[in-house]
């Protein structure tokens, strides 16, 4: 049975037991992995679950169960876990937000967040 919090203990040899919190939930399989590179980095241990039925295109099927997904191991984690994906998702929304930048040697448009245009590879830095 459940004690406080998410312990519970092994029915057989009585050790005390975390369950695991699921952090983040995507369709698109590199993002998950994006955000456990970005958690690993930061020293949070995560495991990713479904990372074999996104490989097999199962995810296709609009069953968000079935997307893979980051679970921390420990609670304590969560929190800041949840903290550092946010913040990526809100850079990652801001820099899609980004106006677009023409390039100087070859005047075709690029998006706000290119650092190098896509068609000539000119160093945008220096037209923004």
């Not at 929190?79 to 946010?86: E, N, V």
């Not at 023409?102 to 000539?120: D, I, Q």
């Amino acid at each position: 049975m459940g004690e406080s919090g998410s312990i519970f203990r092994n029915k057989v040899t009585g050790v005390a037991l975390n369950t695991m919190k699921e952090v983040f939930r995507d369709r698109d399989y590199t993002r998950v992995s994006l955000m456990k590179t970005l958690l690993e980095t930061e020293g949070i241990p995560v495991i990713m679950r479904n990372e074999l039925l996104a490989t097999s295109g199962i995810t296709e099927i609009p069953i968000p169960e079935f997307f893979p997904n980051l679970c921390v191991f420990n609670d304590e984690d969560y929190s800041t876990a949840w903290s550092i994906i946010d913040t990526h998702l809100k850079k990652e929304s801001d820099s899609l937000k980004a106006p677009s930048i023409r390039c100087s040697s070859c005047k075709e448009e690029n998006p706000g967040n290119f650092e190098f245009c896509w068609n000539c590879e000119s160093d945008l830095a220096s037209d923004s």
